[in-house]
């Protein structure tokens, strides 16, 4: 939570047209996101889904899936 706090800190600047004075800083701190990321990824790949899918009839998988689109949009 705390790479993307800081990450999400620089692109906001950016958007609001105020660059950052660092970019090696912004290079890092996008590169450890990145990775956790990944790793993020993988686990929901090969544990959450997979338990959730086992665990879940097609009327909640489906409800499950809609909440996490709506979050992304939001």
Do not use: N
């Not at 004075?21 to 990321?37: I, Q, T």
């Amino acid at each position: 939570a705390l790479q993307w706090a800081a990450l999400r800190e620089f692109l906001l600047a950016w958007r609001d047209g105020v660059g950052p004075a660092d970019l090696d800083a912004v290079r890092a701190c996008a590169s450890e996101f990145a990775a956790l990321y990944v790793g993020h990824l993988v686990r929901e790949d090969e544990l959450a889904f997979p338990a959730a899918q086992a665990g879940c009839d097609d009327a909640a998988l489906a409800a499950m899936g809609a909440e996490m689109q709506a979050r992304r949009r939001g």
